[in-house]
């Protein structure tokens, strides 16, 4: 499906803006190989169009600033990235579905296997090709949603003929609490994860993701493998974010409006005016990414956005094509109609905002801007 934003038209008739800085997305890579993961390759987690930023443009921005691997979550992804990156080296975490192992073959991509089934499919797939594709092999060491057991893991990677059959190019598993560096489970997971893939050492090994990274060289194993760092987010909920910023979305402003005290805004009537507002009325709405979760009311304070240095809060809900912001202090110069007001980006961190609609970063970046015009440059 194309995007409405690839569909040229007039400037001037976009309700919004979707920035992507390319520059940054390189620079936050070299940031995580050559500062916090030296020892090992870091790799980048490029599924969901790259966490909204666009899969082809972020991942040549990645590969020429020297990244080789590559994690997407489903195939058609992988076959998608294999048309823009011939050489890269594609893992598909979800892993095989059955039957699907030829398709793999041909597009070069490697399965993650996830159960003990996905493995022996794609050895059994290898055996009868007389040919040893690479795949990794998903330990799972307490997240409990794939990966094989430690038994199975053990067994399946002590069987000679198994493990003959086909190529474990890697050794991984995943982080169920990295965000939070002091959950015990961080530590319970790498001690089963060095253990149980200490047998088979000689196969690289990989914990990390973007938290993983952060919280230092015991995770790093031979490779990590980071995706919300990349893209600006943070990983880690009680740390400073030491990445930069990738994505802004501005947003237009179609009409400013006074609201008596005592009158309601948006739709169930959630929110009243507590005195005389002065509302600015932006076309972006839930369906531009805008997370109704995010939504004001007279129970609990919203998000916001900015209008120069000035924040502007969101009063009332978030409907599907636009917002409220509370201006009434914002000088009016600045409130303008046709004016272009940040709603996310490096002055309303999108983990910041997160936090009014009770998710996280991933889920703003994942969810942007379909109907935005898309602009690759600075966020300035
Ligand atoms: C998405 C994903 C990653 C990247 O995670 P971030 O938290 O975005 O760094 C790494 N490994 C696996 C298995 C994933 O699904």
Same mark, same amino acid.
């Given at each position: 499906?194309?995007?409405?934003a690839?569909?040229?038209? $007039? ?8 920035t992507i ?5 390189? !620079?936050?890579?070299r940031y ?5 993961c ?10 969901a169009?790259a966490y909204?930023?666009g899969?082809?443009?972020a991942c040549?921005a990645l590969?020429?600033?020297g990244?080789r ?7 058609? @992804?992988?076959i998608?990235l294999? *048309?823009?990156?011939?050489d &890269? ?5 979800d892993?095989? #579905?059955?039957?699907?192992? $030829? =398709?793999?073959?041909?597009h ?6 996830g159960?003990? @089934? ?5 050895a059994? #797939? ?6 040893? #594709? ?6 799972d060491?307490?997240?409990?949603r794939l990966?094989l057991?430690?038994?199975e893991?053990?067994?399946?990677l ?12 890697l050794n991984?598993?995943?982080?169920a609490c990295g ?5 015990p489970?961080?530590?319970r *997971? ?8 200490a ?9 990390a993701n973007? &938290? ?7 995770? =790093? #194993?031979? /490779? ?11 990983a880690i909920d009680?740390?400073?974010? $030491? /990445?930069s910023?990738? %994505?802004?979305? @501005?947003?237009?402003?179609?009409i400013?409006?006074?609201?008596? &005290? ?6 169930? %009537?959630? *929110?009243?005016? *507590?005195?005389?507002?002065?509302? !600015?009325v932006? !076309?972006?709405?839930y369906a531009d990414?805008m997370?109704?979760?995010a ?11 900015m209008?120069?240095?000035y924040k502007a $809060?969101?009063?009332?809900?978030i409907s599907m ?8 202090d ?6 303008q109609?046709?004016a272009f007001?940040? /709603? ?7 983990a910041?905002? &997160? !936090?009014y ?8 970046l994942t ?7 898309r602009?690759?440059?600075?966020l300035?």
């Open positions: 499906m194309k995007a409405q690839d569909i040229p038209f $007039p400037t001037g008739l976009q309700s919004g803006r979707l800085d390319l520059d940054a997305l390189a !620079a936050n890579w995580l190989q050559g500062q916090l030296k020892g090992a390759e870091c790799a980048a987690a490029v599924k169009d909204g930023t899969q082809e443009k040549k590969a020429d600033a990244c691997t590559f994690f997407v979550a489903v195939a058609s @992804e992988g998608t294999r *048309q823009s990156l011939p &890269a080296v594609i893992y598909v975490l892993g095989l #579905f059955p039957g699907t192992a $030829p =398709h793999f073959v041909e070069g991509l490697r399965p993650v296997l159960s003990i @089934e996905e493995l022996r499919e794609w059994a #797939f290898c055996a009868a090709e007389g040919r040893s #594709f690479p795949a990794a092999v998903h330990l060491t307490g997240i409990h990966g057991s430690a038994e893991f053990t067994a399946a002590g069987d000679a003929e198994l493990r003959a059959s086909f190529e474990p190019s991984m598993s995943h982080l965000s939070d560096p002091d959950h489970m961080n530590l *997971q790498l001690e089963k994860f060095r253990s149980v893939t047998p088979f050492a000689s196969i690289p090994r990989s914990l973007s &938290a993983g990274v952060l919280m230092g060289a015991d995770y =790093h #194993f031979d /490779m990590a493998r980071p995706g919300i760092a990349l893209y600006g987010g943070k009680t740390r400073p974010n $030491p /990445m910023p990738v %994505a802004k979305v @501005e947003a237009r402003i179609m400013v409006r006074d609201v008596p &005290a005592g009158d309601t805004i948006g739709y169930g %009537a959630a *929110q009243t005016a *507590q005195r005389p507002l002065r509302n !600015a932006v !076309a972006a709405g990414g997370l109704r979760r939504s004001s009311s007279n129970l609990r304070p919203g998000g916001y956005a209008i120069g240095d $809060p969101i009063l009332g809900r094509d636009m917002i409220t912001l509370d201006v009434t914002i000088p009016a110069e600045l409130v109609r046709g007001v940040e /709603m996310l980006g490096p002055r309303v961190e999108a910041d905002l &997160a !936090a609609a009770e998710t996280i970063d991933y889920e703003y969810s942007l801007g379909r109907r935005f015009e602009v690759y440059g600075p300035t």
